[in-house]
């Protein structure tokens, strides 16, 4: 299939905020009525899901947490589903362009190892519990005041992280197939606000079991046809290692203390800082996600909802590692000014070179896909939050459960709104994955070191939360706005200041809180129960479901294959 020409500017300038007009024709895909039509099947049965949900939400439980009702393996799909979009999806195959496979690192140390800890540590406590949602927990664990704030913050998150994926999807759909921007904007946030509005939480989760699919569909012709293209997984490790070096190829070489290496980061950097601060931070506390295992029928279901999607996670990598390598091959000045390629255009790039006509129409419906598997995610999470912490709890009490149902789907409404506002915002920033990054070191480490003080020391007071909260939020953003904006502290990339904002919010939340617990009085013992690490819920003493005991459904089996598959695949890049 013939290529058109390229420029310099393409899909990466127009991530990072520059006009896409001009970009578009460029970039166009030659996509006929066959493609058309397969978007236009998908987009009917997305619909279908909402009406089909519909039915089955009667009250608040089932229209924010799914009745908590859900198998889980559709919570653990849903899961990876949710996390899966396409800012990753293009993100990871520019990193691979660019890094090789020091990709792999995001997944197996900057994932794994959280969400199972998620599944076998914390979900009892959040199960337990009976809490619709992590600010909830919050209010447990601590006061009102730490609660009011979490919610807060993780509403203006919530949408802003929608925002992100409403624009990039405005950006990447004019480009590929020449829809105006406001076109894209209003298509999808329609089409996730009409199935969200109608069946709740599960038609998001039900989307986004089908939507996982429908990426993987995408995915995987891309990867198996450009292997094809550069001989193999030996001729493509062939090629990059003349091109680019040996340590191109692997996961550790060149990572040691004071070695240079493309991602400017060594072994040590790599495991505390994404494999700790920002993955637990991320994986843990982020109610987008965990919101998924919440929905699900029973506590063992819940615990097996992050392990579950941990499998297919693992395995992911490969499916944005491998374009990105044979974009490299392919274009080996990619992302230079010899070339007229930029890293961000692998997947756009390989998806004109190498499908047909029917296969194209999958990809594009996988990338609309994951887009809008993240938008609504942020959006469901969005409307649970601000109707059950905010508006039930400190505005309108009391009221009977079909106000607080009506509330929700009006409350979605707002919340497609304001992400089509903030979907602009994201043109404000260089590049949207460092913005993303940005938001995350802003909201979700702040939170995980107040839950992870909370769930593991007994003495951290009542007032601890609210003053760590704040503490670890204001810091961050007073490093990347001040210190790292203004030049005061010298700091390569957005990046390393996003890095080093996690760790400062991470770290003053920490002493904050430590500070706070030693002047001011604990919460009364009895009150601790199923909230601190060494007590039990009374929500855990439920008789385990028929089947739940069987050998293959036992979490701390499940965790472990996957923190040691994980490890196992670690084996082949580290030589």
Request: a neutral charge; aromatic letters at 14%; glycine letters at 10%.
């Amino acid at each position: 299939m013939q290529t058109p020409a390229y420029t310099a500017n393409q899909l990466a300038d127009a991530l990072a905020g520059s006009p896409a007009g001009s970009l578009a024709a460029e970039l166009r895909l030659p996509t006929n009525g066959l493609d058309y039509t397969i978007l236009g099947i998908y987009f009917a049965v997305v619909l279908g899901i909402g009406f089909a949900a519909k039915r089955s939400v009667k009250t608040t439980l089932d229209f924010f947490l799914s009745g908590r009702s859900l198998p889980a393996w559709i919570t653990g799909l849903a899961f990876v589903s949710a996390n899966l979009a396409a800012t990753e999806i293009l993100g990871m195959a520019a990193n691979s362009a660019q890094y090789g496979a020091y990709t792999v690192h995001w997944y197996w140390i900057g994932a794994i190892p959280a969400m199972v800890f998620l599944g076998l540590v914390m979900m009892p406590f959040y199960y337990g519990s009976k809490v619709r949602s992590v600010p909830e927990f919050l209010l447990l664990r601590f006061d009102k005041w730490a609660h009011i704030l979490s919610s807060i913050l993780f509403a203006f998150a919530a949408i802003l992280i929608a925002g992100v994926n409403l624009y990039a999807l405005a950006i990447v759909v004019e480009a590929l197939l020449g829809w105006p921007q406001w076109v894209a904007i209003v298509v999808a946030g329609a089409f996730v606000l009409a199935y969200i509005t109608l069946g709740g939480l599960s038609s998001a989760i039900y989307n986004e079991v089908l939507q996982f699919f429908v990426i993987l569909a995408a995915l995987i012709p891309i990867s198996v046809l450009g292997l094809k293209k550069v001989g193999g997984w030996d001729g493509l490790t062939d090629k990059l290692t003349v091109t680019h070096g040996h340590d191109f190829t692997t996961a550790w070489g060149g990572t040691g203390i004071g070695s240079a290496n493309p991602l400017g980061a060594n072994w040590l950097t790599i495991v505390l800082g994404l494999g700790f601060v920002l993955s637990f931070g991320y994986w843990t506390t982020n109610f987008a996600e965990v919101q998924r295992a919440l929905s699900a029928k029973n506590l063992s279901a819940a615990q097996r909802t992050p392990l579950i999607a941990a499998y297919p996670k693992i395995f992911i990598v490969f499916l944005v590692m491998i374009p990105g390598l044979v974009a490299a091959v392919l274009v080996p000045k990619i992302g230079t000014s010899d070339s007229d390629l930029q890293y961000n255009d692998a997947i756009p790039y390989l998806m004109q070179e190498l499908l047909p006509n029917g296969v194209l129409g999958i990809a594009v419906t996988g990338l609309l896909a994951a887009f809008m598997a993240g938008m609504a995610a942020n959006i469901s999470s969005f409307n649970t939050v601000f109707t059950n912490d905010i508006w039930a709890r400190y505005v309108v009490r009391h009221r009977e459960d079909e106000y607080y149902v009506r509330f929700g789907r009006f409350i979605t409404a707002i919340g497609v709104f304001a992400s089509i506002g903030t979907a602009f915002l994201a043109s404000s920033f260089s590049n949207i994955m460092s913005y993303l990054q940005t938001l995350f070191s802003f909201f979700n480490v702040p939170m995980f070191v107040v839950f992870i003080v909370g769930m593991f020391w007994k003495r951290a007071s009542v007032k601890s939360g609210f003053w760590g909260l704040l503490a670890g939020t204001v810091t961050a953003m007073v490093n990347y706005f001040v210190l790292y904006k203004r030049d005061i502290i010298g700091i390569p990339s957005d990046q390393g200041a996003n890095f080093v904002s996690a760790i400062a919010g991470f770290v003053a939340g920490g002493v904050v809180m430590v500070i706070v617990s030693l002047f001011t009085a604990p919460k009364p013992a009895d009150e601790l129960e199923g909230l601190v690490y060494g007590t039990r819920s009374p929500g855990l003493a439920e008789p385990p479901a028929v089947g739940d005991d069987a050998w293959y459904r036992r979490p701390a089996l499940l965790g472990w294959g996957a923190l040691i598959l994980a490890a196992a695949c670690y084996i082949p890049f580290s030589f």
